[in-house]
């Protein structure tokens, strides 16, 4: 199982309209609205690290309002 946490800023005003969107992408496990640096955090869970980045890179990355996003990949240790 592969666990990546996405840090999304997006551009002003468009906060809600793409935490609304993060609800239709199959793999996010849950998102939370911030106050700080980013604006929202997503958790993404897949089978594996090629369905996570594949979701980030295809998925959540071109929803419209999207400014900027630092990605997070857990590490089994």
Sequence with gaps: MAI???LITTEPG???DVFSQLD???YVTNHWM???E???IARIQADD???LTTTIVEKIRPI???QDTKTLI???L
Excluded: N, T, V
Aim: aromatic letters at 12%.
């Design 4 to 6: 990546g946490f996405i």
């Design 14 to 16: 468009k906060e809600q």
């Design 24 to 26: 239709s992408i199959e």
């Design 34 to 36: 911030l106050f700080g």
């Design 38 to 40: 980013y604006d929202i």
């Design 49 to 51: 690290e090629s369905m």
């Design 64 to 66: 419209p309002g999207i």
């Design 74 to 76: 857990g590490a089994e």
